[in-house]
């Protein structure tokens, strides 16, 4: 019989290839099939290689920005009951991390809303700071990745800071949280990506809500900006 979990020289088993692969021409459609089969033969969605990356890691890399691929990676979340969503690479990373640097996925917020819930609910932590020396948690990515002067990516940004707040481990905002880019807390950095001059009246009201969202219930502090 197959043995699905024997790993190469590089720590890799035959769904780390999959995977990797599963990008040409929008293929992790065309292999869910394949995919589901060698998860019921054995394959473990967890299994990390040489650099800590697991094979449901390196799947978000190739999800694409439409309702079939995304809907794949939902199913791949579910496909195996023991996958351990809180694993990091050898970075610091977790599938989160992954997920919010997927850039292309900003392009259907409500879609990702659904796979950011969805890890949320499964264990994964939106405040959890990776290895590099900028110290990146996934909310701070998905803050930079918006454009918060469009209205649905702030109304977006809003829904994200509910579903942190409403977990049982919160963000501690009261000190600075290093972004990617500065050293700047979580507050900061979003109102320095506000548009200067705000008119609409729905925006403002975003605006106010997001500031306190992070205030009250973040505990993040005014002062600082």
């Known amino acids: 019989t197959l043995d699905f979990t024997k790993k190469d020289e590089n720590g890799r088993t035959f769904l780390h290839y999959l995977m990797n692969n ?6 992790l459609v065309a292999m869910l099939p ?5 998860v019921k033969m054995g394959g473990n969605l967890s299994d990390v290689d040489f650099i800590g990356r697991t094979p449901l890691m390196n799947s978000v890399t190739y999800v694409e920005p ?6 794949c990676f939902v199913f791949l ?7 351990d969503i809180t694993q990091k690479d050898n970075l ?3 599938l989160l991390h992954g997920v919010m640097n997927n850039t292309g996925l900003y392009m259907v917020p409500n879609l990702m809303m659904y796979i950011i819930r969805k890890i949320v609910e499964m264990g994964g932590h939106l405040g959890e700071v990776d290895h590099h020396p900028r110290r990146r948690s996934p909310l701070l990515i998905f803050v930079h990745n918006l454009r918060l002067h469009h209205k649905v990516h702030m109304e977006f940004l809003l829904e994200v800071l509910s579903l942190q ?8 905002l009261t000190k600075p949280q290093p972004s990617e880019f500065d050293e700047e ?28 969202k992070i205030v009250i219930d973040m505990g993040g502090d005014l002062s600082e900006v």
Do not use: Y
């Open 22 to 27: 599963s990008h040409a021409s929008g293929l």
């Open 34 to 38: 394949i995919i589901r089969k060698v």
């Open 66 to 71: 439409n309702f079939v691929s995304m809907g």
């Open 77 to 83: 979340l579910s496909l195996d009951p023991t996958v």
């Open 92 to 94: 610091g990373e977790t």
């Open 165 to 172: 707040t409403a977990t049982t481990t919160r963000l501690n």
């Open 185 to 212: 807390s979580l507050l900061q950095t979003i109102i320095g990506k506000l548009p200067v001059d705000i008119t609409d009246i729905d925006m403002k009201i975003l605006v106010v809500g997001i500031i306190r």
